[in-house]
């Protein structure tokens, strides 16, 4: 009796730790967002140096802007700098309209913005590129319109942009985008400093 007893008290004990051991799980989410993000610096701006009109007017130079961005591809502008002008025009053509009954005459054409740096005695036009070869301008079409004889035009190289192209960041670092120039003095040029300031965007 009292070693049957005993036995059923030690497994009535084990069917109540087993009872105790019973467990319940849920789940815990861990969360996170990458956000995009730029900075852009001079790396090396684009000095010409001296130059001697008598022997020569066109002269190279190559400059460079640091990037660093998360991980993906963004879009690297350049505007028209602080002493732009308009350039080669094309397509000028007459246009009639007439709004209400009332015709008016106007004409359209296209132009490109030309950079210069500015000095005391005038400018020098430069041209900037995206290749070491000179072939590939840093420049975009544009139109514009101007209405009767008085000149008035919509015509502006003061604010836009042009596309310098995409940069692809695939790993961490500092991306130097090369930025290649040439100008265009001429022996009419007077003597003394010229510069210029040109403001890179990186979209993202």
Known sequence: MK???????????FVVFHADAATGSSTLTNSSTVVSACSISVNEAIQFGAVNTLNETSKTAQGAVGINCTKGSYALSVNYGLSSSIGNTSNLKSQTSCPNGSCFTYNTYDYYCARSMSGPKGKIPYTLYTNSALTTEANQKRSTEYYGTNGDTTTSCSTPTTSFGTVLFTQKGVISVPVYARMNATKATAAGSYMDTLTFTVSF
């Open 3 to 13: 070693i049957f007893a005993s036995l059923v008290a030690f497994t009535s004990l």
